[in-house]
């Protein structure tokens, strides 16, 4: 089976930094775009930033400048790199996948999310 667990969450003071992982694991053939979303009770969910296979990203102009998304293909592993937090930065995030088990199945996986509190 594959899964995605997200890690790196926690309490932080307003600007301050936190760094969120994603692994992927299990049958894994191939990966494509990785990418981070947030959500918070009664919003919709919001694309954070994203990350192709080929490492061109793109960011929501809210995060822009202050968050740095990653990948190690190796590991299998997408990383949010998040400074000058802000408490509108707290949220539930969730990282997901397009990512292919096998050969011509392609799917998008979630994770179960971690949660970012901004806060004084």
């Known amino acids: 089976q594959v899964q995605l667990v997200e890690s790196g969450g926690g309490l932080v003071q307003p600007g301050g930094s936190l760094r969120l992982s994603c692994a992927a694991s299990g049958s894994i053939f191939s990966i494509n775009a990785m990418r981070w979303h947030r959500q918070t009770s009664g919003k919709e969910r919001e694309l954070v930033a994203s990350i192709t296979s080929g490492g061109s990203t793109n960011y929501a102009d809210s995060v822009k400048d202050r968050f740095t998304i990653s990948r190690d293909n190796v590991k299998n592993t997408v990383y949010l790199q998040m400074n000058s937090l802000k408490p509108e930065d707290t949220a539930v995030y969730y990282c997901?996948?397009?990512?292919?088990?096998?050969?011509?199945?392609?799917?998008?996986?979630w994770g179960q999310g971690t949660q970012v509190l901004v806060s004084s």
């Open positions: 997901n996948a397009d990512l292919s088990p096998y050969y011509g199945k392609t799917y998008a996986y």
